[in-house]
């Protein structure tokens, strides 16, 4: 099975590098590799505590901040090292304050693992998650790094727990905790022998609480949303912004407020020519860009593009009702960043990988959709009931909440045992 997995890693390897002279993605991910070691070697020449946090991509890392600003805040001593896999994440978050060093995570090769840890000298390590990079894990475990999953989540399918998982599962007993973030996945990793996990909770709901705690005023969105019923969508892919167009054509008092999930100028070029199919959109000052807005012309619009990266979490608070975009592809983005301003949340059939969103559907604060008439008829169920809108906003922010707290717990364990000294 190692070999198998080596070649495996090998010929993923050799993908990204065939993709990278016409795919951006793979480029990036190959070329933020080429220099990796010298560079470390550079920024790790001074010996100093290092803890080193890995995330995959940018809803990792922000399962993962909660934990590392507690850190930050409680022993400013330690020097954070943060690593990504993908490009998604590390190119909004590579300028990241709360890190000392922020680059990405060497292919997981047995050498690239050994000469990685040899130059940062972690005294802990922490994965956010699903991230389980066997030869990383190897290497952690050789040298009695004590490492940690945080917020971790464990279904049936993984190989952990097929008949040809033994291989698979000795990379979990490295671990010093398995943090799991449901009941589910505590009880699924409790199975195999030899491995300690503990129930923490989601720390996400920790970190869309302190994003809303700090949030600022943005003045432009609240020129837009003045005195109007706003719709908000978040991260939105095209087969979303069809169902928005249909609605927008037949509800001309409902504003909308839209942050696609790419933001290139030619993906929101496509989004507005989307939204100009609707016979109610017009006229020129119908539909704006954020970057080219000002007080007047937002407040005019019918639907304000949002076409930058950051702002969405904070942009929730000014509608009353949430749409989440990636329910007609891979899966639902964040749902907590909207729920946490007290706002019912909708999404599509894409749902069932996402816990907080089969506990919104369950609570009454989430709503899902599969279609433009379903989507329609939730929408206009909550638009045409005060009562039932301030019912599910309110059941919404309880709901985050009521399950904050995974930080602590984290940190409760790290102390208690003096992994933080």
């Known amino acids: 099975m190692r070999v198998f997995y080596f070649i495996g890693i090998a ?168 943090f799991a973030q449901d009941d589910d996945s505590l009880k699924r990793v409790q199975t195999i022998s030899g491995v300690k996990a503990l129930f923490s909770g989601d720390t996400r709901f920790d970190r869309v609480l302190q994003i809303a705690a700090g949030a600022k005023e943005i003045p432009l969105a609240g020129a837009f949303a003045d005195g109007h019923r706003v719709l908000v969508a978040g991260s939105s892919w095209p087969p979303d912004e069809e169902l928005l167009v249909d609605f927008l054509n037949t509800n001309t008092e409902v504003k909308l407020l839209i942050a696609p999930h790419e933001i290139g100028d030619e993906k929101i070029n496509a989004v507005i020519a989307r939204f100009r199919k609707c016979s109610s959109l017009q006229d020129a000052g119908s539909i704006v860009r954020f970057s080219q807005a000002d007080a007047a012309s937002a407040a005019a619009a019918r639907v304000l593009v949002i076409d930058n990266v950051g702002m969405l979490s904070s942009l929730y608070r000014y509608g009353q009702i949430a749409c989440i975009g990636g329910g007609f592809g891979a899966g639902i983005h964040n749902t907590l960043e909207a729920a946490v301003w007290g706002m019912p949340v909708l999404f599509g059939p894409n749902f069932e990988k996402f816990n907080e969103a089969k506990a919104l559907l369950k609570n009454g604060a989430g709503f899902t959709y599969s279609d433009s008439k379903t989507f329609a008829a939730q929408l206009n169920n909550l638009l045409n009931d005060p009562q039932k809108l301030a019912t599910a906003g309110a059941q919404a922010r309880d709901f985050v909440k009521s399950n904050a707290g995974a930080t602590q717990i984290v940190m409760g364990e790290l102390v208690s045992t003096g992994i933080l000294k």
């Open 11 to 178: 010929l993923f390897r050799l993908g990204f590098f065939l993709a990278a002279s016409f795919h951006a993605k793979a480029k990036r991910w190959q070329q933020g590799r080429k220099n990796l070691f010298p560079e470390l070697e550079n920024a790790f020449a001074e010996n100093k505590l290092t803890l080193w946090f890995h995330c995959a991509s940018l809803g990792e890392f922000e399962q993962g901040r909660p934990l590392m600003e507690e850190i930050r805040s409680r022993y400013p001593h330690y020097r954070i090292l943060l690593t990504f896999f993908s490009p998604s994440g590390y190119e909004v978050r590579k300028n990241y304050a709360g890190a000392d060093y922020v680059c990405y995570m060497p292919s997981d090769t047995p050498a690239h693992a050994q000469r990685f840890l040899e130059i940062t000298k972690p005294v802990a390590a922490f994965f956010v998650k699903y991230e389980f990079w066997y030869f990383h894990l190897e290497a952690l475990r050789k040298r009695n790094i004590p490492h940690y999953l945080v917020s971790g989540i464990f279904r049936e399918r993984q190989p952990f727990f097929k008949w040809y998982g033994n291989w698979f599962r000795k990379a979990l007993q490295g671990y010093a905790v398995l």
